[in-house]
């Protein structure tokens, strides 16, 4: 793919007096962040919490229970972030809405919904409301492990060519999985359904009216690889129904990163408050649009977004194949170079349940009463503990694996609890497992022949010192860190500059309005050496329970499954 000039005159004169706003789509609510196209400057931004959250456990309409590893979402809180969010940033901003040019937007990925020929979810349809699978299946619905297995075993049987771009396999998260789920669990929602759209594009389709693919999604999440999606003759073999998935419900237009999908249509106008007719950028997911936020989109550069999940995205001028990675895509984050992501599928996510459910009462009293939350507390109290004091090791899979096992079916583990262990000291070994996690990453790339060769942060959990600290000292790498507490909204604002015309490229645009502090925390190296040794037993472990030694956490997750199907229809 050619690299787009970065010489060009910018057609948009006079950049001071000129905006764009990113608005980021996250996991529990939606962000707006309102951008100084000159120069990045953040002038002002606002946050929206989805009304109905993440339906885990009951469907909201109905009340009825889902089964384990069920994520759903309802898309009208997706809109209400543009009618709250956008408006409100804006003001804050204290700009004439007039002088915004552009607006881009990310979201979670994976993230599906299954809709009409015009755009209606079905979940908005009154005779589908009680329907579960009519409503958004978000990135973290693993249900469909079953369905991603069988076609890991059937292209790998069939030697199909896309499969080791994906890293040998492909995730439960992505959009064939979920979409041979959909079909085999409610055909007749799967008849009715006109496109499986991931969010980040009817997002955009809700702005312009119109649906345009967006690259980045099509090639890591729905497996299109050198123009091509896998064959109809390979869908039919794992389902006949499932030959004209491709054809009948995904394949549509692409739009490239950085284009403009449309312009701000009336309708949006008036839940923006921005003006009709500017310039909405092609959809984007959330980690992949934070890397020139970043300043990461040189070779080598890996940014690692942390958050609920952590994303691993880094380009490189080399294509290869990387076990376990969550693929390889031709200009998926820049054009003119190979795109790689990788990822963590439970990080702050693991930290949010242990606190919420396994630390005591006693713990969030002394916290308030310390003027802390009580991750800060957690963190204060075992911040000073010499590595390994805890006598802990744990897996950090309470979400399952998404890199480098790709398994969906693993579950967490903790190692070496005695009646003395305390509970900062299982929240330090579940920040270091994290770590590890990150670490086996990092290794795999750089042993494929992909070398990381500068680590930069991103994202919410970047605000705690000790937990960048540790990932230092396990990596053995200096830390460098965006400068923006906003990256995948900076990062949309950019591509939303460029959508504008006010950039050549997302290269250039990265540069003018990306921020970036290099190397804030540096590794200690007595700490890097314990960390070693820590990190050995860590492997064991990953490899013993990751790599068919000993499958009880499959098995576990079976019999959770059945027992739960007993219950329901009991």
């Not at 979810?121 to 579960?132: D, F, Q, W």
């Not at 990080?347 to 969030?364: C, E, L, M, R, T």
């Amino acid at each position: 793919m050619e690299a787009q000039s970065e010489t060009m005159e910018s057609p948009v004169s006079n950049l001071d007096e000129h905006y764009v706003v990113g608005v980021d789509f996250g996991t529990l609510s939606g962000r707006a962040v309102v951008v100084r196209v000159s120069d990045g400057a953040e002038l002002g931004s606002a946050t929206h919490d989805y009304a109905h959250g993440v339906m885990d456990s009951v469907l909201a309409a109905t009340g009825a229970a889902l089964p384990p590893e069920w994520a759903l979402q309802v898309p009208s809180d997706y809109v209400d972030v543009l009618r709250n969010a956008v408006p409100a940033a804006v003001r804050a901003a204290g700009i004439d809405p007039a002088a915004v040019i552009g607006l881009g937007t990310d979201f979670t990925a994976c993230t599906m919904i299954p809709v009409l020929a015009d755009g209606t979810p079905l979940s908005e349809l009154p005779e589908l409301a009680a329907e579960p699978h009519a409503y958004v299946k978000l990135w973290k619905h693993h249900a469909a492990q079953p369905q991603a297995d069988r076609i890991n075993v059937l292209a790998a049987d069939r030697g199909e060519a896309w499969l080791p771009r994906y890293g040998g396999l492909i995730s439960s998260e992505w959009e064939f999985a979920k979409g041979l789920e959909l079909l085999e669990e409610s055909p007749a929602v799967y008849e009715r359904m006109d496109h499986w759209v991931e969010a980040a594009d009817w997002i955009v389709w809700q702005l312009t009216g119109t649906y345009v693919r967006n690259a980045c999604t099509a090639g890591y999440k729905g497996i299109l690889q050198d123009g091509q999606y896998p064959s109809a003759d390979f869908l039919a073999a794992l389902n006949p129904a499932f030959a004209g998935f491709v054809a009948d419900k995904l394949e549509h237009e692409i739009g490239q990163l950085g284009d403009a999908a449309g312009t701000l249509s009336a309708q949006a106008a008036t839940w923006t408050g921005l003006p009709e007719g500017i310039a909405i950028a092609v959809g984007n997911v959330d980690a992949h649009v934070t890397a020139p936020a970043a300043q990461a989109t040189r070779p080598g550069q890996l940014v690692a977004i942390m958050g609920t999940s952590t994303c691993h995205v880094m380009n490189s001028d080399v294509l290869t194949e990387v076990p376990g990675m969550c693929g390889v895509v031709d200009g998926g984050i820049v054009s003119g170079l190979y795109g790689y992501e990788a990822g963590q599928s439970g990080v702050g996510d693991i930290f949010a349940w242990y606190v919420k459910n396994q630390v005591p009462g006693s713990y969030h009293e002394d916290a308030t009463a310390a003027g802390r939350s009580i991750h800060e507390h957690l963190t204060e109290l075992v911040k000073d503990q010499p590595v390994g004091g805890h006598g802990l090791i744990a897996l950090d899979w309470n979400g399952g694996n998404r890199s480098v096992l790709v398994d969906a079916e693993l579950s967490g583990l903790l190692v070496g609890q005695t009646l003395t262990t305390r509970p900062e000291e299982i929240y330090r070994a579940l920040f270091e497992a994290t770590a590890f996690g990150t670490r086996e990453i990092v290794e795999a790339f750089t042993g494929s022949g992909v070398p990381v060769t500068e680590f930069i942060v991103a994202g919410g959990l970047l605000r705690n010192p000790f937990l960048m600290q540790v990932y230092s000292d396990v990596l053995r790498m200096p830390l460098s860190i965006i400068a923006s507490e906003q990256g995948p909204a900076l990062g949309s604002a950019i591509h939303a500059a460029v959508a504008a015309g006010a950039y050549p490229s997302v290269l250039a645009a990265g540069e003018a309005m990306g921020k970036v502090t290099r190397a804030v925390y540096e590794p200690r190296p007595e700490a890097a050496d314990a960390y070693d040794a820590l990190y050995a037993e860590y492997r064991a472990l990953h490899d013993y329970f990751g790599r068919g030694a000993n499958d009880v956490m499959h098995r576990l997750k079976a019999m959770r499954r059945a027992a739960s199907r007993e219950q329901v229809t009991a």
